[in-house]
């Protein structure tokens, strides 16, 4: 048996999606934004895409522009809105808790000399509005809010946080990066909310194609300069298969999206239940109630998360780990450091992420090969022993 | 990323576990860099009879820690002093760059056991 517990990263394409490539990628090839009928023809499915994903996210279509993917979204939003501050507002505020398309972004400007506020989670990797808005400055520029967590599938009360500050400024800009949340769950585009990135192969669509929402009156200087396609905001001959399937997959996943939630809450409650059950010193990490439907996180205790990652590939479970040891530094991930683990606990994180094609049997399944897989790591460990941690701060 | 080798030596670890009544112990590393080398060694007349690991730590880690007690077992407490880190990644044909400190960590495991077993023979 092979189980894909990986959604987080990318997903397989969906059947509609690739239905609705096809016709782009090889007889309906012409460039959208030249004037001839095929051309044309392509042009009409550009526009008819935007259409359709701009539906499925209920904003204008007018104000949906596609980009490379959710990394292009994050770093024009972010870059965008700083520009826009011009000299009287350059502070940027963000959470502890944003995917790196938005936190090196921010650490990039910092060392341009934008003033850079990074604000506290919860234990949970919650952000209390409160905490946001003590954060605003008269010269704040933009706030950044990660809508659901990469990593342990936190939701953030996006719409509240919006709130928090437009009330206390309305010339804020505030953006969220919906990558994650975006076709798995309804995500309520308020009026507060100024810009919002999703990327299509998180949700069932291709690689290399994303979108952001840019709210109207929201002049966002472009990041590509060129040929002045999407509007002039964003140039580069128009990816027009990408953008079909991106809406397709997205149409797909609104049009089913209460029965996916279920299917995949079930199979994903299960796993967390039986891997927390099955398996001694196992921590759930992130929320347990304000969460992605398919993500489930661990930590285990005396294991690193790495060795895990490759003992469950072996057995037929691709997953993924926040420890340090796919990253040049020895730190483990901003988020579960974020959230208040200590380095050596935050070594033996695991993350599993699935969607609605998941059954039960499939679950069991992981949840064995985990605990196979933990018990391993742990029989190698010199952190192990007598059937419990050793010298491990945060298991006491 | 990692060599069919080190995933070899991570599959199939050599040596792993505690040597019995072993005279020689060395602990590299620590848990909040997210390595940590064990190695216990039986060694008599000066010569590495028998050597185990246990290690805290990505595939590497685990790899390096294997390979390496594959490389000093047998050999005479001097020739395992040779052991350097880059002998310990050509064996295994290579490691990725942000690897290397793994490789440093088991040459680092040989010596402390040795080290250790040096004082403890200075002590009886």
Redesign the interface.
């Known amino acids: 048996m092979f189980v894909y517990c990986d959604t987080a990263a990318t997903t397989p394409l969906s059947k509609p999606a690739f239905e609705a490539m096809l016709p782009w990628l090889q007889t309906g090839y012409g460039n959208a934004s030249s004037i001839y009928k095929m051309a044309r023809d392509a042009r009409r499915a550009l526009e008819d895409a935007r259409r359709m994903a701009a539906s499925c996210l209920e904003v204008s279509h007018e104000n949906l522009y596609f980009t490379s993917g959710g990394t292009e979204a994050d770093n024009w939003a972010v870059k965008g809105a700083a520009e826009l501050g011009g000299e009287a507002r350059r502070h940027i505020v963000i959470s502890a808790v944003e995917h790196h398309a938005v936190l090196h972004t921010a650490e990039y400007l910092k060392k341009k000399g934008h003033p850079v506020t990074i604000l506290p989670v919860s234990g949970d990797g919650l952000l209390d509005p409160d905490t946001l808005r003590k954060a605003l400055r008269p010269d704040t520029a933009v706030v950044s809010v990660i809508y659901a967590n990469n990593e342990i599938g936190t939701l953030q009360p996006i719409a509240e946080l919006a709130r928090a500050v437009k009330e206390t400024d309305g010339k804020i800009l505030f953006h969220t990066d919906a990558v994650q949340a975006a076709g798995h769950i309804f995500v309520d585009i308020t009026p507060d909310i100024d810009l919002l990135s999703v990327a299509a192969h998180k949700f069932g669509g291709p690689k290399g194609i994303g979108a952001l929402y840019i709210r109207r009156g929201v002049k966002l200087p472009p990041l590509l300069h060129g040929g002045g396609h999407e509007r002039g905001g964003r140039s580069g001959t128009e990816n027009v298969a990408g953008a079909a399937g991106l809406a397709a997959a997205l149409k797909f996943m609104t049009e089913n999206r209460e029965s996916f939630y279920k299917k995949t809450l079930a199979s994903r409650d299960r796993l967390i239940d039986g891997i927390l059950s099955a398996i001694p010193y196992s921590r759930l990490t992130g929320s347990r109630e304000h969460r992605l439907p398919g993500s489930a996180s661990f930590v285990f205790a005396a294991v690193e998360g790495e060795s895990l990652v490759l003992q469950l590939d072996t057995l037929g479970v691709a997953a993924s780990s926040g420890s340090a040891c796919s990253s040049a530094s020895l730190d483990p991930s901003h988020v579960l450091l974020a959230i208040g683990l200590s380095h050596e606990v935050a070594h033996g994180s695991l993350r599993l992420t699935i969607d609605h094609a998941r059954t039960k049997d499939e679950m069991d399944f992981v949840i064995q090969s985990v605990k196979t897989a933990v018990e391993r790591c742990r029989g190698m460990s010199p952190l192990w022993g007598g059937g419990a941690p050793l010298r491990m701060s945060g298991w006491e | 990323m990692y060599t069919e080798r080190v995933?070899d030596h991570?599959?199939n670890?050599r040596n792993?576990g505690e040597v019995e009544d072993y005279n020689a112990e060395g602990?590299v590393g620590n848990?909040?860099?997210?390595?940590?080398?064990?190695m216990t060694m039986r060694i008599e007349d000066g010569v590495i009879e028998d050597v185990k690991f246990?290690?805290?730590?990505?595939?590497?880690?685990?790899a390096t820690s294997s390979i390496a007690t594959e490389m000093v077992k047998g050999k005479t407490v001097e020739e395992a002093l040779k052991l350097t880190n880059s002998a310990v990644v050509e064996a295994l044909e290579g490691l990725p760059?942000?690897?290397i400190?793994c490789s440093v960590l088991a040459e680092e495991a040989v010596r402390a056991a040795i080290e250790n077993w040096r004082e403890r023979a200075g002590e009886e």
């Not at chain 2, 848990?31 to 064990?38: E, F, P, Q």
Request: aromatic share 8%.
């Open positions: 995933m991570f599959n670890p792993m602990t848990a909040k860099c997210g390595d940590i080398m064990r246990k290690t805290f730590g990505c595939g590497a880690a685990v760059p942000q690897k400190h």
